[in-house]
């Protein structure tokens, strides 16, 4: 199985990852952003993407396309800035240090430099107009991005609705505090 990130049509301007791939693409962009977000859509952002979490959602499951990311339709331009900005970090390591493993750079950079890309050329006709909404509605009332945005205090990155992206599997379930 594989997980497919597209951009409205698949063709050109989609990535196609392994699993183990598309694990190491969501580590990279979450620790980056983690360190980078600053307000609430770009946490927004990075939850979203952090919860992408193949370990805990399963397998394969985890594709998207880049119109469906909880964009904040009237700042726009500052988020697709901002995740731009998450990208460049990532690829110049940024929160790597947090990793228990090294990444492969010959596999992940190209495909960075293509998530770059899409999202260089998405305009905010492209968005799905409900998105942020949608997810937003879908929250528990314990969900990180109801209650503040809490980071995880050994991995320093956003928690998620399942807990830390990098927590051991026992601990990941845990609430945050």
């Not at 700042?75 to 990208?87: A, L, S, V, Y």
């Not at 990180?144 to 601990?171: Q, R, S, W």
Request: hydrophobic share 35%.
């Amino acid at each position: 199985m594989a997980n497919l990130i597209s951009s409205g049509e698949v063709g050109d301007d989609c990535i196609q990852l392994s699993n183990g791939l598309t694990s190491v693409f969501i580590d990279v962009l979450t620790l980056s952003g983690s360190k980078l977000a600053q307000n609430d859509d770009e946490k927004r952002l990075i939850v979203w993407l952090a919860e992408k979490d193949q370990s805990a959602v399963g397998i394969g499951t985890v594709g998207f396309d880049i119109s469906e990311m909880p964009w904040n339709i009237k700042r726009f331009d500052e988020c697709k800035r901002f995740m731009m900005k998450t990208i460049e970090a990532a690829e110049n390591r940024t929160g790597w240090d947090k990793l228990d493993y090294q990444p492969s750079e010959e596999l992940l950079f190209p495909n960075l430099k293509k998530f770059a890309e899409m999202i260089g050329k998405l305009t905010v006709n492209d968005v799905y107009p409900n998105a942020l909404e949608d997810w937003r509605n879908s929250a528990e009332n314990d969900d990180p991005i109801l209650n503040g945005f809490p980071k995880c205090p050994k991995h320093e990155v956003l928690m998620t609705y399942l807990g830390c992206l990098f927590c051991a599997v026992d601990e990941t379930r845990k609430k945050y505090d």
